[in-house]
């Protein structure tokens, strides 16, 4: 079945280090792709997505390519703060009815 | 925009009683809601897909007389827990989608449930 593989955490980074969270997928076709981030306490919040392959999701300074050949869909950052320490889900629509499959979540902590 | 409010926040309560969680869809309709669980440092475990009038779907395992779920309206959907036991205690999210046809969820602040 559809599933989705992310780097294990945790993540600790300098401020205004680069950042990559890995994430791979099988699916069947192709379906959109979404990070969601979970900050302390609270419930997810849509970070980026792309619908289509080699589409480039962006927001707040974060990026990720959907790339068809190598089935990835990498959450990128260039220069992290102090304020990104969360923890971040990588995910794809499965099983119809628009249900999300979730990657187990990789947290970042991000210090001066 | 696509704003999602979950009440309470957080709940305590005696092993035995019954705890409803409301999740409402602030400025849209949500025909589709969804029912997480999140335990500590985990993944979102989906426990059930609620649409709008009709009788909620539940994942393999779910207990759905034990988490009864309503999806009244539009934009409103609730989730009890019913004779609630400390092995309920969790985190609670709930997510909802705009419309038919879309494929983007839109998660609530989630509720933190504590049976004593």
């Known amino acids: 079945g559809d599933s989705v593989t992310q780097m294990e955490g945790p993540v600790t980074l300098s401020e205004e280090a680069f950042l990559t969270i890995n994430c791979t997928y099988t699916a069947t076709g192709y379906p959109s792709l979404f990070w969601y981030v979970q900050y302390p306490g609270e419930g997810l919040q849509l970070l980026l997505k792309a619908t289509k392959a080699d589409d480039k999701g962006s927001n707040k300074g974060f990026e990720a390519t959907y790339r068809k050949e190598t089935t990835s869909f990498h959450l990128e950052k260039g220069s992290v703060q102090v304020s990104d320490s969360a923890v971040y889900f990588c995910?794809?629509?499965?099983?119809?009815?628009?249900?999300?499959?979730f990657g187990t979540g990789t947290q970042l902590k991000v210090e001066l | 925009g696509a704003v999602v409010s979950q009440h309470p926040s957080w709940v305590i309560c005696k092993s035995g009683t019954s705890v409803k969680i409301e999740c409402r869809s602030l400025d849209f309709q949500a025909t589709t809601m969804f029912w997480y669980r999140q335990f500590p440092k985990q993944s979102l475990m989906l426990m059930a897909t609620?649409?709008?009038?009709?009788?909620?779907?539940?994942e393999q395992g779910v207990e759905k007389d034990k988490f009864l779920i309503n999806h009244a309206s539009l934009t409103l959907s609730t989730l009890t827990v019913t004779s609630a036991h400390p092995e309920d205690s969790s985190f609670y999210i709930c997510s909802a989608i705009e419309g038919r046809g879309r494929e983007t969820q839109y998660f609530g602040p989630g509720t933190r449930l504590l049976v004593l």
């Open positions: 609620s649409n709008e009038g009709s009788k909620a779907t539940y």
């Open positions: 995910a794809l629509p499965t099983g119809g009815g628009n249900k999300l499959t």
